[in-house]
Every structure is written in structure tokens, then in C-alpha cells.
Antibody, heavy 115, light 107 residues
Framework: QVQLQESGPGMVKPSETLSLTCTVSGGSMRNYYWSWIRQPPGRRLEWIAY???????NYNPSLKSRVTISIDRSRNQFSLKMTSVTAADTAVYYCASHAGYADSWGPGTLVTVSS | EIVLTQSPGTLSLSPGETASLSCRASQSVNSGYLAWYQQKPGQAPRLVIYGASARATGIPDRFSGSGSGTDFTLTISGLEPEDFAVYYC?????????FGQGTKVDI
């Protein structure tokens, strides 16, 4: 199984853009789905988006207008950008490898939206 | 969107007992595309069951999954101290992939 590690700022101001990167190690990114999933404090997990190793993407309709996911296989990384954030976007953000079910997860990074 | 509802919210049990966790879907989950995860405080979720009944790598055989259509169950036979955690179900039958709200297995 691969290892994943999220990186990015822990705090973002309201209305600004949240940017996170996931670095994958211990295996190839080929022929797999790579997802971002978040968990607001005390709430259920929410799938945000996935990117396939080919670069094709799919988004949760509830977030689609504000989210972009991308992959850089040369760096073994994939990234998330979320625009116009509000306090409701405060959550632990996880990156994961997916075959529909998420079989490997990063440890997660807390992102707080606050001025 | 497929909505998953888990019950009960909290299950209070003792080591050695059997836990039975329910996950009900708002519409049929095709081909048993349902997974279960275990999450402990401050940790990422860990895959326990996929395909409704297949155990993930390294998961002991006291964990078993069953069900089809709209009703699924995770059973933990003979609870060990390390099994006390929150368990989430997730469907990957249709997009967007969705999760249940979780069941806490408590001592």
C-alpha cells in the first residue's frame, strides 16, 4: 500500500482560496483514483473529488463550482484548490487512494477558515 | 445522491461481546459496493470491509460484513479493546460517493 501525506496552510481567510497537496510514496500513481475527503468537526466524512491517474476528474456536485483537483504524476502528487472559502469549509482534509473504497489515507490536515 | 443512515448512533458494549452495526441506503447499492471504515480519535479512517463482505488487508476475522440492496451490517464478534472506535459505512455504487454519519462503539 502507498503512503500519503497532505500539506498546505492550516489557516485560510474567508473568501480566499484553500490549496492542498498530497504527496504519494511507496508506489505508482498509475491506474488508480486519488481523492480528497473532508470531515468537519463532529460531522460525517464528505467526499470532495477524485482524479484518475489519466487526469480525468469527478466532483461532488455540492462543491463542484468551487473546487479543482489536479495530478502531477512526475512529482507523485495531486492537489486540491477550493475557492471562496467560508467557516463551513473548516475541516480535517484527507487525501486517499481509491478503488471506489479508500484503501489508503493520509493522516489528515486541519484547515481552519478564520479571519 | 445515495443517503446512508447508520444505527444505532452509539453502541455501549464490553470486551468479548458482539457488536452489530447497521447501514441503510436510500436506494439500492449496486453490486454490494459498500465499505466500512474504523476511525479512532485523531486518526484517519482505516478500511475494514469492502464489497460489502470482503475484509481489507490485515483485518482480523472477527470483523464480518453482510447485506445487499439497501441493508448492510458490520458484525464484530468478540470485541477486543482496540475495536472501540467510530465506524462509518460508505457507498461507491453511484457518484457522489457518500458516507453514513457513523456509529460509535463504546465501552
Amino acid at each position: 500500500q502507498v503512503q500519503l501525506q497532505e500539506s498546505g496552510p492550516g489557516m485560510v481567510k474567508p473568501s480566499e482560496t484553500l490549496s492542498l497537496t498530497c504527496t504519494v510514496s511507496g508506489g505508482s500513481m498509475r491506474n488508480y483514483y486519488w481523492s480528497w475527503i473532508r470531515q468537519p468537526p463532529g460531522r460525517r466524512l464528505e467526499w470532495i473529488a477524485y482524479v484518475y491517474s489519466s487526469g480525468s476528474t469527478n466532483y461532488n456536485p455540492s462543491l463542484k463550482s468551487r473546487v479543482t483537483i489536479s495530478i502531477d504524476r512526475s512529482r507523485n502528487q495531486f492537489s486540491l484548490k477550493m475557492t471562496s472559502v467560508t467557516a463551513a469549509d473548516t475541516a480535517v482534509y484527507y487525501c486517499a487512494s481509491h478503488a471506489g473504497y479508500a484503501d489508503s489515507w493520509g493522516p489528515g490536515t486541519l484547515v481552519t477558515v478564520s479571519s | 445522491e445515495i443517503v446512508l443512515t447508520q444505527s444505532p448512533g452509539t453502541l455501549s458494549l464490553s470486551p468479548g461481546e458482539t457488536a452489530s452495526l447497521s447501514c441503510r441506503a436510500s436506494q439500492s447499492v449496486n453490486s454490494g459496493y459498500l465499505a466500512w471504515y474504523q476511525q479512532k480519535p485523531g486518526q484517519a479512517p482505516r478500511l475494514v470491509i469492502y464489497g460489502a463482505s470482503a475484509r481489507a488487508t490485515g483485518i482480523p476475522d472477527r470483523f464480518s460484513g453482510s447485506g445487499s440492496g439497501t441493508d448492510f451490517t458490520l458484525t464484530i464478534s468478540g470485541l477486543e479493546p482496540e475495536d472501540f472506535a467510530v465506524y462509518y459505512c460508505q457507498q461507491y455504487s453511484g457518484l457522489p460517493w457518500t458516507f453514513g454519519q457513523g456509529t460509535k462503539v463504546d465501552i
